[in-house]
């Protein structure tokens, strides 16, 4: 079923019970006035299951948009989810691959701009050593 179909069925189903139930009011109220009710009463009660039903509506449309927006979410992640399984083996080696190439480069570019800074180091306080106490 389409979604307009069910939110069709859904907006009358909910007036038809709205008008029910307010039919049923009405003779209940008559039965224990033991009078007809006047114009007035009616168009009052009639108004007041309108307005009922204005609100109702209002909430079945509001929830109706948030499921729309859900299944639309489950749909991009579904299709995220399917251009993911279609990665084969050769495809996420060759990712890794590529990623492995600069972290390889700065680790050698980091291994020796530590031994530049380890032997500048040492050097100082050989020196600092030397000119202190070691002559």
Partial sequence: MD???IITIALASSAAATTLLSLMKIVL???ERGK??????RISDLTKNLESS???ITEIEAEMSKRQNLA???EKDIERY???KEINQAQVEA???TLRIPLVKESRKSLLINGLITFVVALVFFAIGYFIGGR
């Fill in 36 to 41: 007809e009710p006047t114009l007035q009463d």
């Fill in 3 to 5: 979604i307009s179909v």
């Fill in 82 to 84: 399917n251009k993911l």
């Fill in 72 to 74: 639309q979410q489950l």
């Fill in 29 to 31: 109220k008559q039965k």
């Fill in 95 to 97: 990712i890794a691959q």
């Fill in 54 to 56: 204005t609100a109702v």
